[in-house]
């Protein structure tokens, strides 16, 4: 049993801002559909995802400091999340592929997560349930764009290709996480490639990571639309230093 | 009545075991999996179910309102379906 | 028509039958209406009602309905920089309730045999309204907890008698739409509080949110009661409980302590206790401004409904993909085939 004071001490704070930012800023950018949701009831299921997805990032922030300083206050290159999750909402397509992509890897890490006894356990055993449903959500969303006009299949598609260069990532190692990548990486081709499958899509065949030597989201590189994002996030927090709201 | 073609369904909620399906309300969902999930997400988002049915709307029969008194009236002179109709003498317990 | 939604009304047209049985007949039906109303029972969607009842509530709930997704918009305006995560939880949910009280509403309007997409298409087409409120701006931080306070506080009170209205799925609706929203007016106060007692910036920033959104809240309670064409009706048929005046000044009476304990000041040099009435006495309201805006010549009229339209364009292909996906899956029973 860890003691009051220690348990701090065994966070590690690389991981927990990883996974918390990445739970961060996919909330922000599912929270910017609302009002303009394809139909009302997918107001309330996408507000749903976004709400889980930001409890998760206060938890996981609040491992590493204090959750408004970290997500108000640190510069683009100190945000440690994926690529993927940054990426424009695009039309509802991209917003399925993302989350498609991203729920299935996040349900694969947070079920190993909760079955171990580190840090993160906890918070994963509750997680993994609503990933659960996310990943249930994207994947009936995938059979019915992908199955379903002609042009919603071209829509697809076209979201699948364009984001696959951003699920590499997902499966490099993260600092303080014990994880059998390999493992999981696999896991995630089979599940992603049998929904395709199924949604009568093909399973895009570019490059996974991106040509760029200088790294990628978990070292604080990101794609150019992510500073503007954060530029709109943090403006008003910043605007008033210290104030409490 | 449809939404671009997405039927209406009438939503039941059971809101905790031991307790009937209660209507809720109702919805608009292409088919019977995304009316569950819709249904999930509009009428449980503060915990106010444990299982759901969805139907759609158009399989419900109604009755008329019109047959209102041959429906429903002829239950009201049948007071000896109802426990209280029958006197019991006094002390005789778990009746 | 569905089963369940259709309105019927069974006397029309019946062949054979002499106009002064159907006449007869429709006398029998208005009352038994009359009675239902009068013994404060509610009315049910197959049951007979007057025509003019069905119509008027069909606008009341749809304007209601297209109020609340309309809504969404000026407090959405503030999700992606709310400026701590706890407040930005708190706004995503309270926009997604939005969303979920009008599918409550747009329901309750099916039930009276009238269809979400043929009310939508009168929202887009501005042959509907929605609350004029919706059609001034978010312009700080602020003025999501203005809202909140002020605008649901007038809704609220406004809507908690709608509970009691003589149309069951409506007041059903109703009674869900006020339990959730209780929270709705709580956090608006409870930011507007933490920005009251904040830095000078912040106090700066509530008070002129209040200043600006004081005098559009009264308006919510529509024109005075003199001037309202349907408020005399509708609470013949209890669908309505109280006058437009009557909850205007309620509303008041609740708000000066409330504007008090929050040190803001309301912008009315007119406000003051009147211990004769018990009640608070306030300053004329401005009905050209509300006429105005009312007509379409609000600072946002044009935005709301645009957005609202490219949104509904925008998604029509997903609505489209997802139906002919049913097309292709769906077995008999409605069940999407594995």
């Given at each position: 049993m860890s003691t009051p004071g220690t348990r701090e001490a065994t966070v590690p704070t690389a991981a927990a801002l990883a996974l918390g930012d990445d739970a961060l800023i996919l909330s922000h950018r599912l929270g910017e559909w609302a009002g303009s949701a394809p139909v009302l009831e997918e107001e309330v299921a996408l507000a749903n995802i976004a709400l889980d997805l930001l409890g998760q990032a206060r938890v996981l922030l609040s491992l590493a400091g204090d959750e408004d300083e970290l997500a108000y206050l640190r510069e683009e290159r100190s945000f440690r999340n994926a690529q993927l999750v940054e990426q424009p909402n695009g039309d509802f397509a991209h917003t399925i592929a993302r989350q498609l992509y991203f729920s299935t890897y996040q349900r694969l890490l947070y079920g190993q997560l909760a079955t171990g006894d580190g840090p993160f356990a906890g918070l994963a055993a509750k997680a993994v349930k609503e990933i659960a449903y996310h990943q249930d959500h994207a994947e009936h969303w995938t059979l019915r764009l992908g199955d379903g006009t002609p042009e919603s299949h071209e829509r697809m598609q076209r979201a699948c290709d364009a984001l696959w260069r951003y699920t590499g990532e997902l499966f490099q190692p993260v600092d303080g996480l014990d994880l059998d990548h390999a493992a999981m990486e696999s896991a995630w081709l089979d599940s992603v490639t049998a929904v395709l499958d199924k949604a009568t899509l093909t399973v895009p065949t570019g490059p996974r990571t991106g040509a760029w030597a200088a790294g990628a989201g978990r070292q604080g590189l990101h794609t150019e639309s992510f500073g503007r994002m954060l530029a709109e996030m943090q403006h008003l927090h910043r605007s008033h230093p210290g104030a409490t709201w | 009545m449809t939404s671009d073609g997405w039927p209406l369904w009438e939503v039941f909620v059971r809101s905790r075991r031991g307790l009937s399906h209660t209507h809720a309300g109702s919805l608009h969902a292409p088919d019977a999996e995304m009316a569950l999930r819709n249904a999930r997400d509009l009428y449980t988002r503060r915990s106010e179910g444990v299982s759901i049915w969805v139907v759609p709307s158009t399989e419900i029969t109604a009755s008329s309102p019109d047959e209102k008194d041959p429906f429903f009236e002829p239950s009201a002179d049948k007071p000896y379906r109802h426990p209280t109709f029958y006197e019991i003498p006094e002390g005789v317990k778990h009746l | 028509m569905t089963a369940v939604t259709a309105g019927t009304t069974g006397t029309t047209g019946t062949p054979g039958v002499s106009d002064a049985a159907v006449a007869a007949t429709q006398a029998a039906y208005e009352a038994v209406f009359d009675a239902a109303v009068a013994a404060d029972e509610r009315i049910e969607p197959r049951d007979?009602?007057?025509?003019?009842?069905?119509?008027?509530?069909?606008?009341?709930?749809?304007?209601?309905?297209?109020?609340?997704?309309?809504?969404?918009?000026?407090?959405?305006?503030?999700?992606?920089?709310?400026?701590?995560l706890r407040r930005k939880a708190i706004l995503i949910a309270k926009v997604q309730d939005e969303a979920g009280h009008g599918l409550y509403l747009y329901s309750a309007a099916e039930t009276l045999g009238t269809s979400r997409d043929e009310l939508l298409d009168k929202l887009h087409a501005g042959r509907q309204k929605y609350s004029s409120i919706f059609n001034y701006p978010t312009l700080t931080w602020a003025d999501v907890g203005a809202i909140g306070w002020l605008v649901d506080g007038a809704a609220i009170t406004n809507q908690v008698p709608l509970c009691r209205c003589s149309y069951g799925p409506y007041a059903r609706a109703m009674v869900r739409v006020c339990k959730e929203e209780s929270f709705h007016q709580r956090q608006g106060y409870e930011a507007l509080l933490a920005l009251s007692n904040g830095t000078e910036a912040q106090h700066a920033m509530a008070q002129d949110a209040v200043d600006r959104w004081w005098w559009p809240s009264l308006m919510m309670f529509g024109p005075p009661d003199d001037e309202s064409t349907h408020t005399a009706q509708a609470m013949a048929w209890k669908i309505k409980r109280h006058t437009n005046d009557e909850l205007r000044q309620r509303f008041v009476d609740i708000a000066v302590p409330q504007a008090e304990a929050l040190g803001l000041t309301l912008p009315d040099p007119d406000l003051r206790w009147n211990e004769e009435r018990g009640h608070y006495d306030f300053g004329p309201i401005d009905w050209t401004e509300f006429w105005d805006v009312l007509k379409g010549n609000g600072p946002c009229n044009d935005q709301r409904l645009s957005q609202r339209r490219q949104a509904h364009e925008d998604g029509a292909w997903v609505r489209e993909a997802a139906a002919a996906y049913a097309e292709k899956h769906t077995g008999k029973h409605g069940e999407a085939q594995a």
């Open positions: - | - | 007979w009602m007057p025509e003019a009842y069905r119509a008027s509530l069909v606008r009341q709930i749809a304007q209601h309905a297209h109020s609340e997704i309309i809504g969404m918009q000026p407090e959405a305006n503030w999700i992606t920089r709310a400026p701590s």
